[in-house]
C-alpha cells in the first residue's frame, strides 16, 4: 500500500488545500493529513480544531484519508507513520524556492522519504490560508475560497 503524508498549518484548510488532496488521492492509497504544530507560528485555529475542519471538509474520503496533529519533525513523524513521501502544493515560482530548500533540507535528515509536488488548479494559484485570513478580517465574501463550513467557523473565529 502506498501511503503519503501531506503536512502543512491548514490554518484553516482552503479549496487549495482540498484541490492537493484530491491529486495525491490518485497516486497514493492512503493519504495522513499532518496538521502541523509549529513552535515559532502562531495559529487562528488550535491544531484540534484545524482537525475538525480537516476531517468535515473531506468526510467523503475519510476511509483513505486520515488526519493526524504532528508535534516533531515531519519526516520523523512521516517514517513513524510508515509513509514513503511527502506531499506539497506548488502555486507559483514563489513557492518553489522555499519547497526547494525544504525538499533537501528533508533529504539531509532521511534519505528514504521523498517529496512529491502537485500543482494546484490555476483558479486556486493564488490562494493561501494568510489571503483569506485577511479578507476575513475586513468581512470580505470567502465563499470562493473555502467550503461553507469553514467560511463559517473563519467568521465566528475572527469575531471571538
Ligand atoms: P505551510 O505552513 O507548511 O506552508 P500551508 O497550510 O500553508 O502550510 O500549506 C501546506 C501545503 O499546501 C504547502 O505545500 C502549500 O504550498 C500547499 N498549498 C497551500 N495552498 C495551496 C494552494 N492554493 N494551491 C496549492 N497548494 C497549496
Known sequence: MKV?????SFDPITYGHIDIA???LKVFDKLIIFVSVHPTKHALFSAEERVVMIEEVLKDSLDRIEVRISTDLT????KKMGATHMVRGLRALTDFEYEF???HANRV???EIDSIYFM???KFSYLSSTT???I???EGDLSKFLPPFIVEKLEKKIKE
Open 4 to 8: 503519503a503524508v501531506y503536512p502543512g
Open 22 to 24: 484530491k491529486r495525491a
Open 75 to 78: 519526516v520523523i513523524d512521516t
Open 101 to 103: 530548500q525544504l525538499t
Open 109 to 111: 535528515l532521511d534519505n
Open 120 to 122: 494546484t488548479d490555476n
Open 132 to 134: 483569506v485570513k485577511e
Open 136 to 138: 476575513a478580517l475586513f
